[in-house]
């Protein structure tokens, strides 16, 4: 089965708007991450976030690990935050990604 | 935190060469992975490599296409064989210690 899911896929806003992500994962997955991948393809590390809550600045995240998701709050968007999120957990050794959401937005 | 230093960020090349991707880290670590993202595509594990052993590859991918160096524990290289169109990716090295850190990603574009 699917070890990492995202969703939504796709993501429109308007700038100042607010966002929810989500990421589910499987049993054999853990230490979740999100990242920002950039038009330029470097992955940003945003969140190690395996359990509880964390936040930076406009973004947050909060995982729950015993019911097997992460959630990526970015609040007041900018233009700057336009891109590919991705998260990932560890399976053994093993860092498995899921399919990503892509985030735009307009000014 | 780990800071991996990855190069050519960008390359061009001819079908039918080869393409060697180098990536330096400033600590000692035992496993470095290597990852390719295909246009439009999440990022899919190539292989692990161990220093002083040969690399583990996941299904899909052979040795003979990706051969893997790892000469020490802070440097490994990747080189894509034979390439073809298909090739044409993002190819990440990572290291992880708890939380994964990658490398600034070499985007290859095979004409």
């Known amino acids: 089965g699917i070890q990492v899911e995202q969703s939504p896929p796709d993501l429109i806003l308007q700038e100042g708007a607010n966002s929810t992500l989500r990421c589910n994962f499987s049993?054999?997955?853990?230490?979740l991450q999100w990242f920002h991948q950039n038009p330029w393809g470097q992955l940003i590390n945003l969140f190690y976030?395996?359990?509880g809550t964390k936040q930076n600045g406009r973004l947050s995240a909060t995982t729950v690990a015993t019911e097997r998701y992460s959630l990526l709050y970015i609040s007041s968007s900018q233009t700057t935050d336009s891109g590919v999120y991705f998260c990932a957990g560890r399976e053994t050794d093993k860092l498995i990604f899921g399919t990503g959401t892509r985030l735009q937005v307009f000014p | 935190s780990a800071v991996i230093s990855q190069k050519p960020s960008r390359d061009i090349c001819q079908r039918g060469t080869s393409l060697t991707i180098q990536c330096q880290v400033d600590?000692?670590?035992?496993?470095m992975f290597w990852y390719r993202q295909q246009p439009g595509q999440s990022l899919t594990l190539i292989a692990t490599a161990n220093q002083g052993s040969e690399a583990t590859y996941e299904s899909g991918f052979v040795i003979d296409k990706f051969p893997i160096s790892r000469p020490n524990l802070t440097f490994s290289t990747l080189t894509v064989s034979n390439m073809s169109p298909e090739d044409s990716s993002i190819y990440l090295c990572?290291?992880?210690?708890?939380?994964?850190?990658f490398g600034q990603g070499t985007r290859l574009t095979v004409v």
């Open positions: 049993d054999s997955v853990n230490n």
């Open positions: 600590s000692q670590v035992t496993m």
């Open positions: 990572s290291v992880v210690g708890g939380e994964a850190f």
């Open positions: 976030i395996p359990s």
